[in-house]
T-cell receptor, first 115, second 110 residues
Framework: GAGVSQSPSNKVTEKGKDVELRCDPISGHTALYWYRQSLGQGLEFLIY????????KSGLPSDRFSAERTGGSVSTLTIQRTQQEDSAVYLCASSLGATRTDTQYFGPGTRLTVL | DAKTTQPPSMDCAEGRAANLPCNHSTISGNEYVYWYRQIHSQGPQYIIH???NNETNEMASLIITEDRKSSTLILPHATLRDTAVYYC???????????FGAGTTVTVRA
């Protein structure tokens, strides 16, 4: 079946601009995660949505970052007033949501470059 | 992941088995061993996970030592498409946050 999809695949923006990154999870998956991966760095957790529960935003690096999930499906990660240090690959993952350690399936990522 | 230690790189011949080691000497009783891989410019891909028993699926086998302090991921017949960074992760039952370390860069050569 269809996997996690993300758009755009690449985004180049100027410092100070806002960007929106989109994630379509696997159908039927109630849990959705955002991570980022900087060049040569490991995986950094950003935010977690599970059903109708309040999201875990503990990984968001600053208040310039926000995310929402509409209708329990599609999610959008918004970065306001982008900075060069925001340049990274932003990865979305989804899981069934039955347990906290369900297997997470990742999308291809959005490569963000802030000039 | 600071809880695991993997060799930085390894080569494997196409068609041969690739055995990827991982040390996790401080693993707790409620922590699973997970393996993911990441092919260049793609998102991480789940491979397999286990608690204490050996596991096998269509992609790989996972062998966990009896004391659970180490494990080995086995790719039975490596192909060029298996060239990737392989991440071994120790993950408690209560934590949904994944965290990757440096992993092992596996290069499969023809």
């Amino acid at each position: 079946g269809a996997g996690v999809s993300q758009s755009p695949s690449n985004k180049v923006t100027e410092k100070g601009k806002d960007v929106e990154l989109r994630c379509d999870p696997i159908s039927g998956h109630t849990a959705l995660y955002w991570y980022r991966q900087s060049l040569g760095q490991g995986l950094e957790f950003l935010i977690y949505f599970q059903g109708n529960s309040a999201p875990d935003k503990s990984g968001l690096p600053s208040d310039r970052f926000s995310a929402e999930r509409t209708g329990g499906s599609v999610s959008t990660l918004t970065i306001q007033r982008t900075q060069q240090e925001d340049s990274a690959v932003y990865l979305c993952a989804s899981s069934l949501g039955a347990t906290r350690t369900d297997t997470q399936y990742f999308g291809p990522g959005t490569r963000l470059t802030v000039l | 992941d600071a809880k695991t230690t993997q060799p930085p790189s390894m080569d494997c011949a196409e068609g041969r088995a690739a055995n990827l080691p991982c040390n996790h000497s401080t693993i707790s009783g409620n922590e699973y061993v997970y393996w993911y891989r990441q092919i260049h410019s793609q998102g991480p891909q789940y491979i397999i996970h286990g608690l204490k028993n050996n596991e096998t699926n269509e992609m790989a086998s996972l062998i966990i030592t009896e004391d659970r302090k180490s494990s080995t991921l086995i790719l039975p017949h490596a192909t060029l498409r298996d060239t990737a960074v392989y991440y071994c992760i120790v993950r408690p039952l209560s934590d949904y946050k994944l965290s990757f370390g440096a992993g092992t860069t596996v290069t499969v050569r023809a």
